[in-house]
């Protein structure tokens, strides 16, 4: 492969071996590469969301430190090889068609053994840590899981720290269909010894604890061991004081919106706190303010045009839809709300799109090119709302939305994140 086109188009083609959980084909590619993952000084986060805001609040902080952070994160808004990063910058195409063309090499071996072919997600895990560890070089690296955490294929990495950022329903086909059970496999990346930073509740939360006990593993639980309070709503963000076992910090300000994203910075801070007690990891408080402000991910309530109001908010299962609705009355309780929904088809649908009909004064049901979309007549059918909009013409959807004939009208596009990013491809953001 010589160009990042043939490149990307090989991993691509890997996404018809689906998803295979288990660490075993990982474990087989890091042996022969001389295991790299050994050399990362490494942070695991995850959960059912929050993820991705979490690590970009933690990498912000870290880098206004002068340090450098590494990357991985999933899934992608604009390039799959954007998901591998150092201080936010994507790893180089020449960089990708390198360790791409290694690692080819290893899968075609891979491929002849009792362990099957490597997946997708398997061989952009195994391209992020040989980077990191064998070209980058970064001070510290944050790994996101895909999928669940005990058989994810990220679980080959033994941290520093281990964060789980919450547990709810998703993915119920493969993790189980209990809180229990799902929380069961997020605990798994718990390892001997490594603390855990949790801001997971309830019957989840129980299962994490044990796992720790189990594991000999200090856990730090949000709103017990640290807690935000005194939270404000600011017309560009939120304001929030913070306190730990280590330290208490006041007026602390995010640019990402809502409630969740403030319990996303706080398990933030918590592991910045935690990392400079027992690792050294100084990050003074400037630079904790800055690096939060500094915060953003795109597809997270994200307003990307003012005049009409145009939002993207990549809301993939039932939890991230009610932070959403909670977000839509927060923000918006007197305008025209205006919904474009789209999914896959493994996502408990009728919940979410019942949510959504709480706040919506319209709803768009659309389609969008993955093969694992539902088109927009399915859609339609889980809905009773009054004002239903039927379109599989995205294209001709989002033409409409950037030309309401209403001022008043919010528009806001949501739902799976490969819908939000080939929306955002389509929007030219």
Not at 40 to 45: D, E, G, N, R
Not at 206 to 214: G, L, R
Not at 228 to 248: A, Y
Not at 369 to 393: C, E, F, M
Request: aromatic share 8%.
């Amino acid at each position: 492969m010589k160009t990042i086109d043939e490149a990307l188009t090989w991993l691509n083609g890997l996404l018809t071996f689906g998803i295979k959980p288990g660490i075993e084909r990982m474990e087989w590619m890091l042996e022969r590469l001389n295991h790299p993952e050994r050399r990362l000084k490494a942070i695991h986060v995850a959960g059912t969301n929050g993820k991705g805001s979490t690590v970009e609040y933690l990498t912000k902080m870290i880098m206004e430190a002068g340090q450098e952070v590494g990357t991985f994160t999933s899934p992608h808004v604009t390039n799959i090889a954007d998901r591998i990063a150092v201080n936010g910058q994507p790893i180089s195409d020449e960089d990708f068609i390198g360790l791409a063309n290694e690692i080819r090499t290893l899968t075609e071996e891979l491929a002849t053994t009792d362990l099957g072919e490597a997946t997708e997600f398997e061989v952009m895990t195994i391209i992020a840590i040989h980077y990191f560890a064998s070209i980058a070089y970064p001070d510290i690296v944050i790994i996101e899981a895909g999928l669940g955490g005990r058989l994810d294929s990220t679980n080959v990495i033994y941290p520093m720290l281990s964060i789980i950022t919450n547990v709810s329903y998703d993915h119920t086909d493969i993790l189980g269909d209990t809180i229990k059970s799902i929380a069961s496999e997020k605990a798994g990346i718990i390892k001997s010894g490594v603390p855990v930073v949790t801001g997971a509740t309830g019957e989840a939360l129980h299962v994490i604890e044990e796992a720790a006990k189990a594991n000999h593993s200090k856990i730090y639980r949000l709103g017990s061991e640290f807690k935000s309070k005194n939270e404000i709503i600011l017309r560009d963000g939120e304001q929030f004081d913070f306190q730990s076992p280590f330290f208490t910090k006041e007026h602390l300000q995010i640019k990402m919106r809502g409630t969740h994203q403030v319990q996303n910075a706080s398990l933030a801070l918590m592991a910045l706190d935690f990392l400079y007690f027992f690792f050294g990891l100084t990050v003074e408080d400037d630079a904790v303010k800055a690096g939060l402000k500094k915060a953003e991910i795109r597809a997270r309530f994200e307003q990307v045009n003012e005049q009409p109001t145009l939002i993207l908010d990549g809301a993939h299962n039932v939890a991230a839809i009610h932070s959403l609705v909670d977000m839509i009355k927060q923000r918006f309780p007197n305008e025209t709300v205006h919904i474009i929904f789209s999914a896959l088809k493994n996502k408990d649908i009728e919940m979410m799109v019942s949510q959504l009909e709480q706040v919506a004064d319209q709803i768009t049901f659309t389609s969008f090119s993955h093969p694992r979309a539902v088109r927009a007549q399915q859609l339609r059918a889980y809905s009773k709302h009054k004002n239903i909009v039927q379109n599989d013409n995205l294209g001709k959807v989002l033409e409409q939305a950037k030309a309401p004939t209403d001022p008043s009208v919010v528009t806001i596009i949501t739902g799976s994140l490969y819908f939000v990013s080939e929306c955002r491809a389509q929007l030219k953001l």
